[in-house]
């Protein structure tokens, strides 16, 4: 069947709100590499937006997933628990930065792991106001897109949102905004809109993802501890993209001289199959009443025997030093190109969580057109890339980090003949 015809049954099926980035219709995947139903081969540099670090199909994943799919399947935790569930909270309780005592909770969805910090946070707190920032994205639920920093299309057509959610603007030095703008806005927010007491969390990504892959400046994440520490709030770290060794480190805020007090994370906890956690402090994980926390698929049996395989491989596969090595080897690519293609504005990120952002190359516009045509010709040269930022121009790059050296090179070898094509044009 080709893709036209399954573009067409798309259309006519699938609710329009849904969006595909591409026309790719997968037939089987490999490690790095995918094969549509017309046998087109691509190099995916999206790994299902940084879902399969251990690259699609790893066999210690899979050989997880078959045993436990052998043995049980589903018999919602909240009914007949197992082991293999204890056993994860147990692993992500030693693995999660923080020399405390923690416990954990395990969901479905990160946007599910967002929700439920923002409980366990107001349980614990008594206090009901969350502060988050531009540029953020914490899902597609009602709080989670209320917490989102990017109106389209994440929030278009559904307000009113939640209450008691207020935003504060990320530092970005490329775009002028400071750290001490940051702090100075919130200190005003507390003085204008809410006050401290009020706050029951502050939530950051430790790299923004939807938002342009910004890291988060240590000197900021460092004053928002000192902050919350003084006025009782909870610090909440959303690992969801950049968990699980994206950034050279199993998680991102290992980077960081401060720990969060609850962190969120999924997309690739199992490999591939939908898992998602929320990790912290015991005492606050435990101020929710039981019942009030959980959910029908939450923790299902095979996701989590196929996030012991992840952890696992991460940990015997290096991935971490990989990652850096990756992501250094990506990084210098994209900066020795800058000479010859000056739409290029930054080159930023950590490990292998990368960015190239593009502007005009005779002003400091935003050129989205041009980040459109990088995606869409590296497309048809069958390298699979992904957009992001708020003004859309900005390329992300989440290959598997257990590409193999060749493909990762063929890769960059597209991506350099793309940008050089396009900057001549």
């Known amino acids: 069947m080709t893709g036209s015809i399954l573009a067409k049954r798309h259309s006519e099926a699938i609710a329009k ?36 670090n251990t690259g699609h199909r790893h066999p210690r994943v899979i050989a997880a997933a078959k045993e436990q799919m052998e043995q049980f399947t589903h018999t ?11 056993a994860l909270a147990e692993r992500l ?37 969350v502060v ?27 307000g009113p949102l939640v209450g008691d959610v207020y935003r504060i603007p990320f530092p970005v030095g490329l775009h002028g905004i400071s750290v001490e703008q940051t702090l100075n806005a919130l200190e005003n927010l507390f003085k204008a809109d809410i006050e401290p007491t009020r706050v029951a969390a502050i939530i950051i990504e430790p790299v923004q993802g939807e938002g342009g892959f910004y ?37 991102a805020m290992e980077h960081h001289e401060v720990v969060a007090d609850l962190t969120t994370m999924a997309k690739s906890l199992a490999g591939g199959l939908p898992l998602a956690a929320v990790t912290g402090r015991a005492e606050l994980m435990d101020a929710v009443v039981p019942g009030g926390l959980g959910g029908t698929y939450g923790g299902n049996p095979v996701a989590i025997a196929a996030a012991h395989a992840v952890l696992d491989v991460i940990e015997e596969e290096k991935l971490n030093a990989r990652a850096t090595q990756l992501g250094d080897q990506l990084t210098q690519r994209l900066h020795e190109l800058r000479p010859r293609v000056p739409q290029i504005a930054d080159v930023r990120g950590l490990g292998l969580m990368i960015a190239v952002e593009f502007n005009h190359a005779d002003s400091q516009e935003p050129n989205v057109s041009f980040t459109n045509a990088v995606r869409q010709k590296a497309l048809e040269r069958g390298l699979i890339l ?40």
């Open 215 to 251: 890291p988060a400046p240590p000197e900021l994440l460092k004053a928002l501890r000192e902050i919350a520490d003084y006025h009782g709030i909870v610090l909440i770290a959303d690992e969801i993209q950049t968990g699980f060794a994206r950034t050279g480190k199993l998680f």
């Open 76 to 86: 919602c935790h909240q009914v007949a628990p197992y082991e293999n569930y204890v």
């Open 17 to 52: 709100g849904v969006s595909v980035a591409t026309q790719v219709y997968v037939e089987r995947a490999e490690n790095a590499e995918i094969w549509d139903v017309q046998g087109q081969r691509y190099i995916d540099f999206a790994a299902g937006i940084a879902v399969v």
């Open 132 to 158: 988050a920032f531009s540029g953020a994205f914490h899902g597609r639920t009602f709080l989670g897109m209320s917490l989102t920093g990017k109106v389209a299309p994440y929030k278009m057509g559904f």
């Open 93 to 129: 309780n030693r693995l999660v930065p923080g020399n405390f005592a923690k416990k954990t909770v395990f969901v479905t969805t990160g946007a599910e792991a967002v929700e439920n910090a923002v409980k366990i946070a107001r349980a614990a707190t008594g206090r009901s106001g």
């Open 386 to 425: 992904l957009t992001c930022g708020v003004h859309g121009n900005v390329i992300r790059f989440l290959p598997p980090l257990t590409i193999q050296n060749n493909v990762f090179n063929e890769a960059l070898s597209i991506l350099e003949s793309v940008l050089l094509d396009l900057a001549e044009q």
